[in-house]
């Protein structure tokens, strides 16, 4: 079946560590992105990408870093810069061609920092 | 700029009664419309959308019609269940533009039997 993946489902850092989610996709999407998601805030972009090998900051592009070397696979790398990074980060893709707009996610990673 | 506008929540019914959650947008250009729903836990997954005025979404019971003259979404149910517990999001991206979606902050829904 296709669809994303998202590992692992929950983390757990130490302060001043850096963590990297996974993100992997079989849907041939051209597009992906990574979104913050915190109690009563909705959904906050971090990072987009609309093809491999390049990428934009989102709304909250700080203290987060990410890769786009293959088609399938968009990594996250939350950073000891962020400030606060417990939250749920949802990955999602889309069709680049035809772009209807519809986004498909994976079933998010929850990081905690001790 | 595009942004998405929903009623706050949470949203408390009684199983079988009548929802509406509202969602009202503005958008530069011709915007496609969606409604997203997030289970506890989980990602979030289409529910219905809709790509031109007059349009109706629906799904698994749910409807929402694409009003361009009030700029407006309603999401709606005629009976709800205690398994439609979740969180709905609204959102919208505009066609030939950057194809960045935009979301409501979410309307939590919980159904009591």
């Known amino acids: 079946d296709g669809g994303i993946t998202q590992s692992p489902k929950y983390l757990f850092r130490k302060e001043g560590q850096n963590v990297t989610l996974s993100c992997e996709q079989n849907l041939n999407h051209d597009a992906m992105y990574w979104y913050r998601q915190d109690p009563g805030q909705g959904l906050r972009l971090i990072y987009y990408s609309q093809i491999v090998n390049d990428f934009q900051k989102g709304d909250i592009a700080e203290g987060y870093s990410v890769s786009r070397e293959k088609k399938e696979s968009f990594p996250l790398t939350v950073t000891s810069a962020q400030k606060n990074p417990t939250a749920f980060y949802l990955c999602?893709?889309?069709?680049?061609?035809?772009?209807?707009?519809?986004?498909?996610f994976g079933e998010g990673s929850r990081l905690t920092v001790l | 700029g595009n942004s998405v506008t929903q009623m706050e929540g949470p949203v408390t019914l009684s199983e079988e009664a009548f929802l509406t959650i509202n969602c009202t947008y503005t958008a530069t250009g011709y915007p496609s419309l969606f409604w997203y729903v997030q289970y506890p836990g989980e990602g979030l997954q289409l529910l219905l959308k809709?790509?031109?005025?007059?349009d109706k979404g629906s799904n698994k019971g749910f409807e929402a019609t694409y009003r361009k003259e009030t700029t407006s979404f309603h999401l709606e149910k005629g009976s709800v269940q205690v398994s439609d517990s979740a969180v709905y999001f609204c959102a919208l991206c505009v066609t030939g533009g950057s194809y960045i979606p935009t979301f409501g902050r979410g309307t939590s829904l919980i159904v009591h039997p």
């Open positions: 809709a790509t031109k005025a007059d």
């Open positions: 999602a893709s889309s069709m680049g061609h035809p772009n209807t707009g519809e986004l498909f």
